[in-house]
């Protein structure tokens, strides 16, 4: 007799539409895919991710809005978080609804910037979790200065100064962005804070870099919280990239000698001034040390020169090498670099941490910032460049780091680090547990 099949529980995965969000949820989707599941994914229209042969064995669904495409762009990132989750609570509804039709579904994980999907879904009454792309520490400061905003709008605070109970975040660390103000800001946090009818947050973490940070969401979101990162270490990522990554720089960093090369990448939105570019430039000029340096088409603003011109002027040595964007997990791994400058996005940390690979941190907006302070201070493989950016801070940096033996302590601890983040993710560590524990509630 014809053996029935069993059949595959089907998720519905919504990311939000930045490549630092989309790739946790695309090595989500493929965990989670690995345990038996069909993934679906709702996305919009805005950096949306072309379904790759590695994607391949994934649904992709559209959720219909109308904003114009330059919103992305003008509005900054909390402005048009804010304008899509009130554009697309309705079509998702539909969406869902759509879906339903066709097939049941065991649970929608949303980003936690994605907070329209948890009004959505209520009305289905379907199983909703949600995915912090961020730290656990993000989320905890974006908790917080909800709360001070709502006592005394954050008028009196002392921003060198560290936030009670927070150590080692400052005011200043606490996640404004310069894309938005204060107002927009907390706004936009009152909804990810927001746990709804959310069975359980997930979050691309490790028990072990931020116990505080964790037991602190646990105690105050009282719904069970998983750290199950990193996740990119947890499963082979698939190709999620939305620009095309130069491959280039591998044979280059192949030609260098071990442990010689700084790689210098800022994220996908983070901008420079020209001026910062040129003492950039500069400072790792007179470090007489070899770079890798991504510059985003676009990520240099108040350019005089072309972008094309720019780069020429800049790489007057053989010790430099430039591309637009880089396969980073690759790179990160290659046994060439010895050390990252990054503005600390939070891919970028795992991904650096999970190589054993010590940083110089260059934070730009959010929560970058408490990313650098953790780095610093915490785990010690870390050193922050704070203030103007000038030639010769660059050149100190980098010699630190590169040089000194200060630098070789970073690393040995960025070693010891990286293992403890491999054992997370193996058999019985922290986080696979963590991920079995969250299936079997599905
Ligand atoms: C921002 C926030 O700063 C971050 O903390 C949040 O979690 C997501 O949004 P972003 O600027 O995208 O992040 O940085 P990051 O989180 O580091 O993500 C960038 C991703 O792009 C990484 O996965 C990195 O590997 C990838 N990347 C970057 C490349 O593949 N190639 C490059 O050249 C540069």
Wanted: charged share 25%.
């Amino acid at each position: 007799m014809e053996k029935k099949l069993a059949r595959r529980r089907r998720l519905v995965l919504v990311p939000a539409p930045a490549q630092g969000h989309i790739n946790p949820m695309m090595q989500l989707a493929k965990a989670l895919h690995l345990k038996g599941f069909s993934i679906t994914v709702a996305q919009t229209k805005f950096n949306y991710l072309n379904p790759s042969s590695d994607l391949s064995d994934f649904q992709f669904v559209t959720i219909p809005e109308n904003l114009p495409v330059s919103d992305l762009k003008n509005l900054g990132p909390g402005r048009f978080l804010i304008k899509l989750a009130k554009e697309c609570y309705v079509s998702f509804k539909e969406l869902l609804g759509q879906l339903l039709v066709n097939e049941e579904i065991a649970c929608v994980i949303y980003d936690e910037f994605m907070y329209f999907v948890e009004a959505a879904v209520e009305e289905f009454k379907l199983r909703n979790v949600i995915l912090s792309t961020t730290s656990a520490t993000a989320f905890v400061c974006r908790f917080v200065m909800c709360k001070l905003y709502a006592k005394d709008g954050l008028a009196q605070l002392k921003e060198e100064e560290l936030v009670p109970e927070l150590y080692p975040i400052r005011y200043k660390d606490l996640p404004s962005s310069v894309f938005a103000s204060v107002e927009c800001s907390v706004e936009l946090f009152k909804n990810t804070c927001y746990k709804g009818t959310a069975s359980s947050v997930i979050i691309n973490t490790v028990r072990c870099l931020e116990i505080s940070s964790f037991e602190w969401l646990q105690r105050e979101l009282d719904i069970p919280v998983y750290p199950i990162g990193p996740l990119h270490m947890a499963v082979s990522a698939p190709r999620t990239s939305l620009l095309e990554e130069n491959e280039s720089c591998i044979e280059w960093l192949n030609k260098q000698k071990p442990s010689s090369v700084i790689y210098i990448s800022l994220g996908s939105f983070t901008m420079m001034e020209t001026k910062e570019v040129l003492e950039m430039a500069s400072g790792l000029d007179s470090s007489n040390q070899h770079f890798l340096w991504v510059i985003r088409p676009g990520s240099v603003s108040g350019s005089e020169i072309s972008e094309e011109e720019l780069l020429k002027k800049m790489v007057t040595t053989d010790r430099g090498y430039i591309v637009k964007w880089a396969p980073q997990k690759q790179v990160l791994a290659h046994s060439a670099v010895r050390a990252f400058w990054s503005h600390c996005g939070w891919n970028s940390t795992l991904e650096s941490l999970g190589e054993g690979v010590p940083m110089i941190c260059r934070p730009f907006t959010t929560d970058q910032k408490g990313n650098a302070r953790y780095l610093e201070c915490v785990w010690k493989v870390g050193i922050q460049v704070e203030g103007k950016l000038e030639r010769s801070a660059v050149e100190k940096a980098v010699k630190r780091l590169m040089v000194d033996e200060e630098g070789e302590e970073m690393k040995r601890r960025a070693l010891s680090l990286k293992e403890k983040l491999k054992d997370s993710v193996l058999a019985q560590g922290s986080s696979h547990n963590s991920l079995d524990d969250f299936i079997k509630t599905l």
